[in-house]
């Protein structure tokens, strides 16, 4: 596996020195606030608008690859970016650059969260935040909505993944799954497979030999601590924690707020590491901080390892969780980077691609929804009949506070298109005020 691995086709007309691209990529890093979309329109400006390190064409390809992958799509984009430019050195450094910042905030807001979360004031701050959350999410929706649901198969799916989801709680991987075969088989082919260019490195047999060596090697370092803690402490929440995350990382398509989806409910309901707003807060302190939302795992492991033993606990769970969140990321650009321009040729994959991302509407629809329930109301219940589930709140315990906050949210973001970042901020004082209220 070369550092300088030979690439499918050229770059954009400009080739940065490593010196200039590893200022852009911790650029990027402490700028990428407000989410996957923001994140990737910055990279877009920088990389291929203003200095045009990579074609239009191949940034779009990638982000479609990277959409089509498990995990957070941002970051994903930027490692790709990384290696186009720099092989895999400059891959490795890109999508550091994009995480470290922002762990290192959350690492911190994380360690203030579980010793003064409690206090009013902090309550009422966290309140304006969880009330912004649902209008983020249902911003998220509706963007994703508008690419992905082109056809009457599209919307289809989506109402399939949402019912699915939230009525019956079918598991996210085997939904992703059947709507792969569906859009695989079933949606139009409208145009050819192209022939492979001539220069093209698929189907070289150097190729294929250095794509099984970085396979080999990312898969040791994924499972190298997981492996330590079994043989060193099988009993441990470390261990638990590192597995979850492991599975995590390998079934979540469809991009951050799809690997949310699976995420919250799991560990609100399944583990009971952290309660409902808890989560909420969580995923708000990854709103406002630099780097991929996904770092709330980060929040997660870090919530969980504190309650079972203390901070050092805490600091060693969101360790491993950024380490098999994260490296799972780099394994699956590495090994398909070579690919990406002609997989992103292939009709039926791109059909594949196209009803993952419909299903992933109907999941971020559960998640809307199921936030909104339990931010909105105290007291939300599960009813089950049969195999059906229903979530249903009992009225009187709607919270005339975060009803207010949620409508004055969404009308600065969806109404006035305020960025998440002034969004939250806004929330934020104006549930510091609920304190005199």
């Known amino acids: ?202 189907g070289n047999a150097t190729t294929y030999r250095s794509t099984l060596s970085t396979v080999s090697l990312f898969l040791c370092l994924c499972s190298a601590p997981l492996l330590l803690l079994w043989a060193l402490a099988p009993q441990s929440v470390l261990l638990d924690i590192g597995l979850f995350f492991s599975r995590l990382a390998v079934v979540t398509f469809g991009g951050a707020y799809a690997v949310l989806a699976y995420l919250a409910q799991d560990v609100v309901t399944g583990f009971g590491w952290l309660s409902t707003g808890e989560m909420m807060d969580g995923l708000g302190l990854a709103e406002t901080t630099p780097g991929p939302l996904i770092l709330v795992t980060e929040f997660v492991g870090f919530i969980a390892g504190f309650r079972d033993s203390g901070l050092l606990t805490g600091f060693a769970a969101a360790l491993i969780t950024l380490w098999v969140t994260f490296v799972p990321c780099f394994l699956w650009i590495f090994a398909g980077a070579p690919y990406i321009d002609w997989l992103c040729a292939q009709p039926r994959l791109t059909g594949a691609l196209s009803a993952i991302t419909a299903a992933v509407v109907g999941v971020i629809l559960n998640l809307s929804v199921w936030f909104a329930l339990h931010v909105l109301f105290s007291t939300v219940t599960a009813v089950q009949h049969g195999p059906l589930t229903l979530w249903w709140p009992e009225l009187n315990t709607l919270d005339w506070r975060v009803t207010v906050l949620t409508l004055i949210s969404g009308i600065a973001l969806l109404g006035l298109h305020w960025n998440i970042v002034k969004v939250l901020a806004l929330a934020s004082a104006l549930g510091l005020l609920t304190l005199w209220l």
């Open 1 to 202: 596996m070369s550092n300088n691995s030979k690439h499918s086709a050229p770059a954009g007309t400009n080739t940065p020195t490593e010196q200039e691209a590893y200022n852009i990529w911790l650029k990027i890093g402490l700028l990428s606030f407000g989410g996957p979309a923001a994140q990737i329109s910055l990279m877009h400006r920088f990389i291929v608008e203003e200095r045009v390190w990579l074609t239009e064409k191949q940034f779009l390809n990638a982000l479609s690859f990277c959409m089509l992958l498990p995990g957070p799509e941002a970051m994903q984009l930027a490692t790709y970016a990384g290696w186009r430019l720099q092989g895999i050195r400059g891959g490795l450094v890109a999508g550091l650059l994009f995480v470290l910042p922002g762990a290192l905030v959350i690492a911190l807001l994380a360690t203030i969260y579980v010793y003064f979360g409690k206090l009013p004031a902090i309550d009422a701050l966290f309140l304006g935040v969880k009330a912004a959350v649902i209008i983020v999410v249902i911003e998220a929706l509706l963007r994703v909505s508008k690419r992905a649901l082109a056809t009457p198969w599209h919307w289809l799916i989506a109402c399939a993944a949402f019912i699915l989801i939230f009525f019956f709680n079918i598991s996210y991987p085997l939904i992703v799954l059947g709507s792969a075969m569906l859009g695989f088989w079933l949606l139009p082919v409208k145009e050819p497979t192209p022939s492979l260019p001539a220069n093209t490195s698929v």
